[in-house]
């Protein structure tokens, strides 16, 4: 069991908008702006698609972004596209010096 | 362009020791004050880190791994390695090496990665 916690799927309608949440505790996530969101398709290495809550790294997409309440940490897709389609980790840095992520967010565009 | 490439045996038998390295191309670790890290992927399943080294040698490493992991740096080489000892078929996975975007911090921003490279633990 991943000690972040991410809904098992999400589904939306192209140009929709939807939010994936991660949950952790005050040890994790509610503890340090140090949160990253990946995008990772079948068969492919995860990118990175933002940084320290909402930062996005050079080159990803404005449609996403992310924040963060308390002990929960969201991705937000804007404007869904069939190429969104794809699995989405969380991660967190933790109190222990160490580094967690979630279970995974799988993403179907209807 | 940073590059990281996986290698080592794509099969292992239960009990031996699992050994991967991460070739970095296009900057050099020692000149370079980041930290570089091993994900893992089990089929089917989610990512889990394994550990992170810093260019100095300091390692940090997942709690439920830390006794059989063993993360090493060779600046001479330019890559660093992963060693896992006493594996078992829980092992097998798709193994990743990783660079965080941010220098000198042990973040959870992993920016580039290698292409991954399966393991499998079986006799």
């Known amino acids: 069991q991943s000690a972040l916690t991410q809904p098992a799927s999400v589904s939306g309608s192209p140009g929709q908008s939807l939010t994936i949440s991660c949950t952790g505790t005050?040890?994790?996530?509610?503890?340090?702006?140090?949160v990253s969101w990946y995008q990772q398709h079948p068969d492919k290495a995860p990118k990175l698609m933002i940084y320290d809550v909402s930062n996005r790294p050079s080159g990803v997409s404005n449609r996403f972004s992310g924040s963060k309440s308390g002990n929960t940490a969201s991705l937000t897709i804007s404007g869904l596209q069939a190429e969104d389609e794809a699995d989405y980790y969380c991660?967190?840095?933790?109190?222990?010096?160490?580094?967690?992520f979630g279970g995974g967010t799988k993403l179907t565009v209807l | 362009q940073l590059q990281l490439q996986e290698s080592g045996p794509g099969l292992v038998k239960p009990s031996e020791t699992l050994s991967l390295t991460c070739t970095v191309s296009g900057d050099s670790i020692s000149s370079s004050s980041y930290y570089w890290g091993w994900i893992r992927q089990p089929p089917g399943k989610g990512l889990e880190w394994i550990g992170s080294?810093?260019?100095?040698?300091?390692?940090h490493y997942n709690p439920s791994l830390k006794s059989r992991a063993t993360i090493s740096v060779d600046t001479s080489k330019n890559h660093f390695s992963l060693k896992m000892s006493s594996v078992t078929a829980a092992d097998t996975a798709v193994y990743y090496c990783a660079r965080v975007l941010e220098a000198a911090r042990l973040g959870p921003d992993f920016d580039y990665w290698g292409q991954g490279t399966l393991v499998t633990v079986s006799s």
């Open positions: 005050s040890s994790d996530v509610g503890g340090y702006n140090y």
């Open positions: 991660s967190s840095y933790t109190s222990s010096g160490t580094l967690e």
């Open positions: 080294i810093y260019y100095t040698g300091s390692t």
